[in-house]
Nanobody, 124 residues
Framework: QVQLVESGGGLVQAGGSLRLSCAAS????????MGWFRQAPGKEREFVAA????????SYADSVKGRFTISRDNAKNTVYLQMNSLKAEDTAVYYC?????????????????WGQGTQVTVSS
């Protein structure tokens, strides 16, 4: 497992942008598939985006396609989530997750390392 620390959340107006970062510990970051999930108050955690070990493959929830972009920098042990054209319904706690895999993983139950989360609030 790896230790994950998210940052970059905050309050933004609808239509604005934020970039989340997730820093991972360890020297084998490039062996891990990474994902972003979110959980809004009173709702279940949902998948947002995922990326494979090299960054060559990504997967997105339909609700964020065309607005969000996941990327990674293996030299910096960091995965990013660029969020554009934010909407009020994007308000949630965003979590970064990791699992040792060379595939894209878009199922939360397959991840075994999670960050503490970062709050994103979009005002309308």
């Amino acid at each position: 497992q790896v230790q994950l620390v998210e940052s970059g959340g905050g309050l933004v107006q609808a239509g604005g942008s934020l970039r989340l970062s997730c820093a991972a510990s360890g020297r084998t970051f490039s062996s891990y598939a990474m994902g972003w999930f979110r959980q809004a108050p009173g709702k279940e955690r949902e998948f947002v985006a995922a990326i494979n070990w090299s960054g060559s493959r990504t997967s997105y929830a339909d609700s964020v396609k065309g607005r969000f972009t996941i990327s990674r920098d293996n030299a910096k042990n960091t995965v990013y989530l660029q969020m554009n054209s934010l909407k009020a319904e994007d308000t949630a706690v965003y979590y970064c997750a990791a699992v040792k895999s060379y595939s894209v993983v878009d199922v939360g139950s397959r991840y075994d390392s999670w960050g503490q989360g970062t709050q994103v609030t979009v005002s309308s």
